[in-house]
């Protein structure tokens, strides 16, 4: 079982960026997929981005051009780059490792995932 520890999340304004982490122990990550999930208040957990295994890429359409997914396997980090943020981006980020090697949008498709790191945009 691999433990995943979320860092970098923050109160900022809109249209500043944040760099969230996600360090990961007990496994290696190199081989599987990595996701990033957010849940605002009364709401489900959604997917945000998910990479794979060689560095392909998913994005939500609502953080398409604005985030980027990336990953140090050297580091056994992944990395979630927020840009140009918005108030509705408000939420607890989550870092999940995969079953598998390919990125997916699938919550079930993650065996292992992180405290969570609260991200709130003011307008």
């Known amino acids: 079982q691999v433990q995943l520890v979320e860092s970098g999340g923050g109160l900022v304004q809109a249209g500043d960026s944040l760099r969230l982490s996600c360090a990961a122990s007990g496994r290696t990550l190199s081989g599987y997929a990595m996701g990033w999930f957010r849940q605002a208040p009364g709401k489900e957990r959604d997917i945000v981005a998910s990479?794979?295994?060689?560095?392909?890429?998913y994005y939500a359409d609502s953080v398409k051009g604005r985030f980027t997914i990336s990953r140090d396997n050297a580091k056994n980090t992944v990395y979630l780059q927020m840009n140009s943020l918005k108030p509705e981006d408000t939420a607890v980020y989550y870092c999940?490792?995969?079953?598998?090697?390919?990125?997916?949008?699938?919550?079930?498709?993650?065996?292992?995932w992180g405290q969570g790191t609260q991200v709130t945009v003011s307008s």
């Open positions: 999940a490792a995969g079953k598998y090697s390919g990125w997916s949008r699938i919550a079930d498709d993650y065996n292992s």
């Open positions: 990479i794979n295994w060689s560095g392909g890429t």
